[in-house]
T-cell receptor, first 113, second 109 residues
Framework: GAVVSQHPSRVICKSGTSVKIECRSL??????MFWYRQFPKQSLMLMAT?????????EQGVEKDKFLINHASLTLSTLTVTSAHPEDSSFYIC?????????FGSGTRLTVV | GQNIDQPTEMTATEGAIVQINCTYQ??????LFWYQQHAGEAPTFLSY????GLEEKGRFSSFLSRSKGYSYLLLKELQMKDSASYLC??????????FGTGTKLQVIP
């Protein structure tokens, strides 16, 4: 079946630094990738949608300069949280849309200290 | 805009049947998903309904009525491991999948 690999699974960073999260579709080509954020006891909130080779579309209220998304190939998308602050601490999950539907990565637990 | 409603919490007994409802109002509709999510883990796919009616998959069934903007997930023969959050999600315009707030199900002995 379709597999999406997301790394790292957990990261702790200092306030003010940047963190990059990778999302790879291992056995299929992802025409579209989605990035979600989930705060404790809340549901997934869509942050942005990215298509290979084009700029990401951000949801209202999500700062594009803070959350940089790159979708350079049909199998790789990256989310970079720039100048991270404690309020950015959250669970970030990617989802890739391929031929057979949507597949989620395993998620990244980001803690900013 | 997108509006997806589901109950916040439910409790059911092991071996019983539970129905989790979801109502939605979205701009565009391509299909409705149900996902299961255990605490600290990514969601796992349960079902995807595009047409009206009931789709059965083992102990889990999902129903959709597009005219009513309504779906439910039916879990039979509940097991303790079914304790999790169940997320209703709608695929709408531009292939975006929007999630409801999720229903936390607790299965008790």
């Amino acid at each position: 079946g379709a597999v999406v690999s997301q790394h790292p699974s957990r990261v702790i960073c200092k306030s003010g630094t940047s963190v990059k999260i990778e999302c790879r579709s291992l056995d299929f080509q992802a025409t579209t990738m989605f990035w979600y954020r989930q705060f404790p006891k809340q549901s997934l909130m869509l942050m942005a949608t990215s298509n290979e080779g084009s700029k990401a579309t951000y949801e209202q209220g999500v700062e594009k300069d803070k959350f940089l998304i790159n979708h350079a190939s049909l199998t790789l998308s990256t989310l970079t949280v720039t100048s991270a602050h404690p309020e950015d601490s959250s669970f970030y999950i990617c989802s890739a849309k391929g031929e057979y539907g949507y597949t989620f990565g395993s998620g990244t637990r980001l803690t900013v200290v | 805009g997108q509006n997806i409603d589901q109950p916040t919490e439910m409790t059911a007994t092991e071996g019983a049947i539970v129905q989790i409802n979801c109502t939605y109002q979205t701009s565009g509709f391509n299909g409705l998903f149900w996902y299961q999510q255990h605490a600290g883990e990514a969601p796992t796919f349960l079902s995807y309904n595009v047409l009206d009616g009931l789709e059965e998959k083992g102990r889990f069934s999902s129903f959709l009525s597009r005219s009513k903007g309504y779906s439910y997930l039916l879990l039979k023969e509940l097991q303790m491991k079914d304790s999790a959050s169940y997320l209703c999600a709608v695929s709408g315009g531009y292939q975006k999948v929007t999630f409801g707030t999720g229903t936390k199900l607790q299965v008790i002995p």
